[in-house]
């Protein structure tokens, strides 16, 4: 659903009232198993259900108040309506809002709900089911955010597994390390081996961080550029399986199945990472195994600009 550790927004959601995961809320989104959903049938007029994620959030506000004075980590059912791709395409925009407002009047208890978050998550309680966006604030900058921001930042990314797994292959290799083009790599490099040895290591390496400016613009700078050997990884084996399936002329698509359902948790995963939607829904256009092909790229990405400009409107308020 999301590239990586993502600044994002809740823009609907199944929890109401009091503290937690309100509309407003806003935190970093990270995928708890990559490139894992399901596809919950909701076949109406408008909608034919939805694609639903296993999300970890760390919050860092609930709703629209103040910050938090310490993050607080959440297990979310994320979820992005699937508009009927028989609609006209003009009527998309409506029918996301109208989807988006409409979630928590859905019956989370019934069967196909629960069903959905036992599959994701092996449990059924305790787990809200949002929507979520990213945040395009343009004043934001990890430099000179709060402490706060910044240390729930760093968390959600150390919650990530291949993450974790491949910084530490890096900095376990002086010889690799000292070849990366960031200033300042080795003293950062040491710093994160004191990090993962133990728990306690965890609290005292981010207040060594955040006590200089510098240390925390080498800290990004440094993950940052892991970051693009990781990821590269991770969506080559993602484009490949998305071109596998769309060239595959032994599976047939038609709407309703779960072939059907299959494709379209496929195209929604990584849907806020432009250049790689882009890529798929070029793939889908080329693809001669799936009907109304047309109607549906058109439909992904009117439903990817609706839930951005959303998300920027509450985000504005």
């Known amino acids: 659903m999301f590239e990586d550790s993502t600044k994002a927004i809740i823009i609907s959601s199944s929890h109401i009232k009091g503290v937690g995961p309100r509309i407003g809320s806003v935190g970093y989104a990270v995928p708890i198993r990559v490139n894992t959903s399901v596809f919950l049938p909701h076949q109406t007029q408008f909608i034919n259900g939805f694609v639903l994620f296993a999300l970890r959030m760390v919050f860092i506000r609930y709703g629209y108040g103040k910050e938090r004075p310490k993050y607080e980590v959440k297990k979310l059912l994320g979820a992005i309506p699937i508009v009927n791709e028989l609609r006209k395409n003009s009527e998309t925009e409506r029918i996301v809002r109208t989807s988006v407002e409409k979630l928590p009047k859905n019956d989370f208890n019934g069967h196909s709900w629960l069903k959905a978050k036992l599959d994701l998550f092996g449990k059924t309680d305790n787990i809200n089911v949002c929507i979520v966006a990213p945040t395009r604030n343009n004043s934001f900058d990890l430099r000179t955010c709060s402490n706060l921001e910044f240390e729930a930042w760093f968390v959600s990314l150390m919650l990530q597994e291949h993450v974790r797994l491949s910084i530490k292959k890096i900095i376990n290799n002086k010889i690799y390390l000292n070849k990366l083009p960031v200033e300042g790599a080795n003293y950062i490099g040491n710093h994160l081996r004191f990090y993962f040895r133990t728990r306690k290591n965890q ?111 509450i985000s504005n308020k």
């Open 203 to 313: 609290g005292a390496f981010i207040d060594y961080i955040l006590e200089e400016k510098g240390r925390r613009e080498d800290l990004i700078k440094f993950v940052r550029t892991l970051k693009t050997i990781y990821l590269r990884r991770s969506l080559v084996q993602h484009t490949k399986s998305i071109s596998r399936i769309l060239n595959n002329p032994g599976i047939i698509y038609r709407r309703g199945s779960m072939n059907m359902g299959s494709l379209l948790c496929k195209l929604t995963n990584h849907m806020f990472t432009d250049g790689v939607i882009n890529w798929k829904l070029d793939v889908l256009n080329k693809a001669k195994v799936v009907k109304n092909k047309d109607s549906i790229t058109a439909k992904i990405r009117k439903t990817k600009e609706v839930l951005e400009h959303m998300a920027s409107e």
